[in-house]
């Protein structure tokens, strides 16, 4: 964004770059993340040599509902040992996703969570599906990353391909990745992670926020 400002004449010296934060701690106790990975598993029965798929959004046009149904679709179609769990709600898209998903026994709707416990879905993925129409960088993304969940995703006109190699440009080729289980864990940018980065933006929107009297 920096450099698209920049090409379009903006004064570098009046350019500061904030990089996105996380409002997530990671633990490090890894008995605790082994156990944590089996809660989502347990809950819906699914076993630990079937591959998770999930899905954390809502069911509006820009994060690709039709993609992601068509997607889903494709793999149960293809596969026996593979699950879904879809996270989310609202959207005018949710009855349509649903309707075309409800047939299949290995896909589950969990309906809304609160953000504190969606650590527990990430920590039980195996890979985190993305099918977006239009995104920035959504925080979804650098979450899955931040727990070392690979990500299958749309390049989607925002930052995503910059930080996510495992682009599909369809819903077949989104489904094959995931069939062929033919992706890799990308890297968390650490600047995600810095706490100050939290501050700044804090304080940027608050200072945006406040109206003089």
Partial sequence: MEEKLQTRGVD?????????PLHIERE????DESAMSNVVRTEFDIPDRDQLVLFVGYF???????????????????????HAVIVGN??????????????????????????????????????????????????????????????????????????????GADYQELGEMLLNRCYHTDPCPETVRDPQNRRLYQDLFDSIGSKPE
């Avoid at 490090?28 to 008995?31: L, P, Q, T």
């Avoid at 039709?66 to 179609?77: C, W």
């Avoid at 896909?107 to 953000?115: A, D």
Wanted: net charge neutral; proline share 7%.
């Fill in 28 to 31: 490090d106790n890894r008995a």
């Fill in 12 to 20: 570098p010296s009046k350019l500061w770059a904030i990089p996105q």
């Fill in 60 to 82: 509006k046009r820009s994060k690709g509902p039709k993609r992601l149904a068509q997607t889903l679709q494709y793999v149960m179609e293809r596969s026996t040992n593979t």
């Fill in 90 to 167: 609202s959207g005018e898209y949710e009855e349509y996703v649903k309707q075309n998903l409800q047939r299949y026994d290995r896909i589950h709707f969990k309906g809304w969570v609160p953000h504190d416990r969606l650590s527990t879905y990430f920590q039980s993925a195996d890979v985190l599906l993305h099918p977006s129409n239009s995104e920035g960088l959504p925080n979804v993304v650098l979450e899955a990353l931040h727990y070392s969940v690979p990500v299958v995703a749309t390049d989607s006109g925002g930052e995503v391909p910059v930080y996510v190699s495992n682009i």
